[in-house]
């Protein structure tokens, strides 16, 4: 049971950010299409699916067998309203500097499935992410949000600075 923990403990790590202290989550990229806004923060993570309505950011969320769960959340009520400000006005910055992570929630799941275990994983103590632990043909490896459109899934979290994954 130990090594299953530490296995999955270190797939996470292995595809989220280097941890650096002091830096802030900055919006560094708006892109506006069908299926609403991708955002860039930081010049290296993006979440796409994004929208605004009645002074609030909507963020894509996965539904199933009737319930709807949420995949991101803005847990500062000010980081959320900076954000929609710098949204609803289309203001990006010109920081890129590292973000940092923590993992806030680690469950793993001793149902015999490919899924391994769920975790939560919090950006800059700002936006909280869901993700899933997976064992596939080639090992372990990190399921971030996206959701299927027809045969086709969409990223709705994706990785722009490709240093900062592990390979």
Same mark, same amino acid.
């Given at each position: 049971? #130990?090594?299953?923990?530490?296995?999955? @403990?270190?797939?996470?790590?292995?595809?989220? %950010?280097? @941890?650096?202290?002091?830096? =802030?989550?900055?919006?560094? *990229?708006?892109?506006?299409?069908?299926?609403?806004? !991708?955002?860039?923060f &930081?010049?290296?993570?993006?979440? !796409?699916?994004?929208?605004?309505?009645?002074?609030? +950011?909507?963020?894509?969320?996965?539904? &199933?067998?009737?319930?709807?769960?949420?995949q @991101?959340?803005?847990?500062?009520?000010?980081?959320?309203?900076?954000l929609? &400000?710098?949204?609803?006005s289309?203001?990006? !910055? /010109?920081?890129?500097?590292?973000?940092? %992570?923590?993992?806030?929630?680690? /469950?793993?799941?001793?149902?015999e499935?490919?899924?391994?275990? %769920?975790?939560?994983? +919090? %950006?800059?103590?700002?936006?909280?992410? =869901?993700?899933?632990?997976?064992?596939?043909?080639?090992?372990?490896?990190?399921?971030?949000?996206?959701? /299927?459109?027809g /045969?086709?899934? #969409?990223? #709705?979290?994706? @990785?722009? *600075?490709?240093?900062?994954?592990?390979?």
């Amino acid at each position: 049971m #130990q090594i299953i923990r530490k296995a999955v @403990f270190t797939a996470i790590i292995g595809f989220v %950010f280097s @941890f650096t202290a002091g830096a =802030e989550l900055s919006v560094t *990229d708006i892109e506006n299409n069908k299926n609403g806004m !991708s955002v860039t923060f &930081n010049a290296s993570l993006k979440i !796409s699916g994004i929208s605004l309505s009645d002074g609030k +950011i909507i963020f894509p969320v996965y539904a &199933n067998k009737g319930k709807v769960y949420r995949q @991101f959340s803005v847990i500062k009520r000010d980081a959320a309203l900076s954000l929609y &400000n710098s949204l609803k006005s289309n203001i990006v !910055s /010109k920081n890129s500097s590292a973000i940092s %992570f923590k993992i806030n929630k680690f /469950k793993i799941n001793n149902k015999e499935s490919s899924i391994k275990a %769920f975790a939560s994983v +919090i %950006f800059e103590d700002v936006l909280e992410t =869901e993700c899933r632990v997976m064992d596939g043909r080639y090992g372990l490896w990190v399921a971030w949000p996206s959701s /299927k459109n027809g /045969k086709n899934i #969409q990223k #709705q979290l994706e @990785f722009i *600075d490709k240093t900062l994954k592990i390979n």
